[in-house]
């Protein structure tokens, strides 16, 4: 008799688990927005006529994300290089690391509000969201896979048969579906919830310290040109006077041919710091106050140096001690952590 009234009560638990799962899928399906614009953000650039984000397409994009089968043997996603708890970069990576532990030369960007940019990849060289994935995934240091492979692969597995009818109506998998599935993930990775957008948006009578409010004037007099808010990067290509790395990456370049491009990278956003280091396209700084210090006395002067960093006869930007820690206690207000901890981004 003990023995059925212990059975019955693991039944009724398990029922229990069942329900509460159940009712957070369907807390999770109704509570799917789609994209939506942060009230102190501006329009995104991002043709949402041609590919709207659904529920389903996103779903078929975040396991996109995190699935191996993307790479020639089956070991690297693109959630390798692009780690969640990182705001979607390979931390502590001074380049990134892909196939077979090859090395490649530049840090891996951060994912986030990918809507309003205009150009991607620190040498640039797309300009559609939806074609970008192709350059990793075909990349010898990265993926080292070609898109037939992946189509093959993703062809014998029933779920994403089943995935690919949920999300586009038809169970046929080619590479332009699977690129709009994939944007449609990487558009949902929107980080608009740190202590300065509260502040923007007066939520919550949130304000700056002293400290920070007097980093944000500083800020915003000698950064805000390249780091525009409130995305903190203007999208451009610019020489920031760095010493060519030693494999002598070329920068835009590299995309364009263009001798006045030579050793221009797109200028970062500045969101969400303290989970994305080291910094640099080469990831050659491993601190905030080495960033601070190249550019108060270490800029180097190079034929296309950003003309911003060579005024008035001075290579640079002018900080001192004080300056430079008012500017970083304004710089950790950008940090999000609702967007390291959402797990609608996490793999599932």
Partial sequence: MKRNHWIAALICCLFIIACKKSEQLNDQVTSFLGFQKPANFP???YNFANNKVTKEGFEL???????????????????????????????????????????????????????????????????DLDLQPIVPITAHEEMDENLENVMAKLRLMPKYTALFKSAFGTSEINTAR??????????????????????????????????????????KQQCAACHTEPLF???????????PSPVNDLGLYTATLIDSDR??????????????APYMHDGRHFSLTAVLEHYSSQVQDLPNLSPILQQSGKLGITLSATDKTKILAFLNTLNDETFINNSSLAEQ
């Avoid at 690391?97 to 205009?118: E, Q, V």
């Avoid at 599935?181 to 304000?207: G, H, P």
Wanted: glycine content about 8%; proline content about 3%; charged content about 20%.
């Fill in 178 to 219: 699977m690129m709009k599935a994939l944007s449609q993930f990487m558009l949902m990775c929107v980080s608009s919830n740190s202590k300065y957008d509260r502040v923007m948006r007066k939520e919550n009578n949130t304000s700056f310290t002293t400290e920070e409010q007097e980093g944000y004037m500083l800020f």
């Fill in 233 to 243: 990067t203007d999208g451009s290509f610019r020489n920031n006077g760095l010493a």
């Fill in 263 to 276: 050793y221009k990278f797109k200028v970062p956003s500045l969101r969400n710091l303290r989970y994305t």
């Fill in 61 to 127: 994009g975040r396991t996109l994300f995190y699935e191996g089968r993307l790479s020639r043997d089956n070991s690297i996603s693109c959630g390798s290089c692009h780690i969640q708890s990182s705001a979607f970069t390979q931390h502590g990576h001074d380049v990134s690391h892909g196939i077979d532990d090859r090395l490649g030369t530049r840090n891996s960007p951060p994912i986030m509000n990918l809507a309003w940019n205009k150009a991607f990849m620190w040498g640039g060289g797309v300009f």
């Fill in 43 to 45: 329009e995104p650039v």
